[in-house]
C-alpha cells in the first residue's frame, strides 16, 4: 500500500480519484481541472493499492478575512474508503496524517461531515457546531408582473458568464468572516453554472 498526495494535475492519479469519488458520492474533478477552476489549494491524500486509489481524506487550503485580519485554515473533505477495504482504520490513517501535516501552519481545522459519521470525527476530536443555510423565499424569486425574477445565466450568454466568473474572482470583502482564496471552491460548486441566476434589478 503506497500513500500518495499532491496529484490533481496528474491525470492518472486523477482519474482513479474520480472513480472512487463517483462510487461513493456521485461526482468527480475532471472538468473542474479541465477548465481551468482548480488552483492548487485542494490536496488529496490517498492510499493505493493495486493500481487503484482505495482511501483517500483531501485537505483544502483555505484563506480568510476573519475580523480584519487574515487566517488561515483546512477544511477536510471527500473523506472516503473503497467498501472492499473499509474497516481498517485506512481513513483514521490518513486523518491523522492530514491534521499532523497541518496543525501547526493553520489556525483551524474543520469539515461539513455527514450526519453518519459523527462518531467517526468526533473521535478524531472533532467538535460538532451549528451550521445554518440561508435561502431565498419563493415569493422573491418571482415577479407576477414581468415574469421570472432570476435567469439561469447558463441561457444568457458568454459576457454573463465572464461577469460572474470576475465576481467571484474579484468580489469586495464584506462580512466579518470571509474566505478570500474562493475562487477554486466555488467554481467546483457551480462551474456548470446550474445553480447560478441573474437579476436584472
Known amino acids: ?6 496529484y490533481m494535475r496528474d491525470d492518472t492519479y486523477r ?3 474520480n472513480k472512487l469519488t463517483q462510487k461513493t458520492f456521485g461526482f468527480d474533478f475532471e472538468s473542474w481541472v479541465t477548465q481551468g477552476y482548480f488552483e492548487g489549494d485542494y490536496i488529496p491524500y490517498s492510499f493505493m493499492d493495486e493500481g487503484r486509489i482505495i482511501s483517500n481524506v483531501s485537505a ?12 488561515y485554515y483546512i477544511q477536510i473533505g471527500t473523506v472516503m474508503t473503497d467498501e472492499n477495504y473499509r ?4 481513513a483514521a490513517k490518513l486523518m491523522k496524517h492530514v491534521i499532523e501535516t497541518y496543525e501547526q501552519e493553520c489556525d483551524g481545522i474543520y469539515l461539513f461531515g455527514d450526519l453518519s459519521a459523527l462518531d467517526f ?14 435561502y431565498v423565499k419563493d415569493n422573491v424569486c418571482n415577479c407576477e408582473k414581468t415574469g421570472e425574477r ?13 461577469s460572474y466568473l470576475d465576481m467571484v474572482r474579484n468580489s469586495v470583502h464584506h462580512s466579518s468572516f470571509e474566505q478570500i482564496n474562493k475562487y477554486g471552491l466555488q467554481m467546483f460548486y457551480t462551474a456548470g453554472l446550474d ?7
Not at 500500500?1 to 499532491?6: G, T
Request: aromatic share 14%.
Open 15 to 17: 482519474h482513479m480519484l
Open 60 to 71: 483544502n487550503r483555505m484563506k480568510f478575512m476573519q475580523n480584519g485580519a487574515m487566517k
Open 195 to 201: 445553480d447560478v441566476f441573474y437579476a436584472e434589478d
Open 121 to 134: 470525527y468526533q473521535k478524531m476530536n472533532f467538535k460538532v457546531a451549528n451550521q445554518y443555510r440561508y
Open 1 to 6: 500500500m503506497e500513500l500518495i498526495s499532491n
Open 87 to 90: 474497516k481498517q482504520g485506512l
Open 150 to 162: 432570476f435567469k439561469p445565466i447558463r441561457n444568457l450568454g458568454d459576457e454573463i458568464k465572464k
